[in-house]
């Protein structure tokens, strides 16, 4: 018998694996055409619609402010703190509206550590003792009261004068004439 022979085919095997309609890369193209197709529906429109209306942000200027004596004083570079030593609820604000009426720089305003303070004291905490005094004589005491004006220097405070309110709060007649005359 005549041997058969095989015969050799060269056949593709069919493992081939078939590509994924729904792949990343194409789920990501399809994402990125939408949001294109929207933006430029997005511009058409508004350029159908005349575009954005741009309100006129011209602002008329003021008129040139004056300089007067207190622009150049002392006043404006004394930071102050002030401090309600008595429990009279919005008294420190009401003395730092006095004092910003004044031009002083308060940085701070809070309750004291108790409110057991008797008299308004008025504390340096750093640079020169000219700035404590010029506070002091914003609230009418005299910069030569030892028990109302002092120096105690803390590092750790941002502001050069403390100002305690204390009880006497109504014999300070300067801040009282000024709360008067507020609406």
Known sequence: MAGRGRRKTWRKSKSSKKKSLFSGANVALVL?????????????????????????????????????AHDNSLLR?????????CGI????????DYLRDKHLDVVRTENADNFHYDKTIVILRRDEFEKV???????DI????SIRVFVDPD???????TIVIGSDY?????VQRFLASQP
């Open 170 to 174: 109504l014999n300070i007649s300067p």
């Open 32 to 68: 990125l055409s939408i949001t294109s197709v929207a933006f430029v529906a997005s511009v058409v429109n508004r350029h159908m619609r005349g575009g954005m209306t741009i309100q006129n942000f011209r602002q008329e200027a003021p008129p040139a402010l004056t300089v007067t």
């Open 142 to 145: 005299s910069p030569r009261d």
């Open 77 to 85: 570079t004394i930071e102050v703190e002030v401090l309600n030593g």
């Open 133 to 139: 005094a010029q506070v002091a004589k914003l609230l």
């Open 155 to 161: 590092g750790s405070l941002l502001t050069d004068v």
């Open 89 to 96: 609820s919005g008294l420190a604000q009401q003395f730092t």
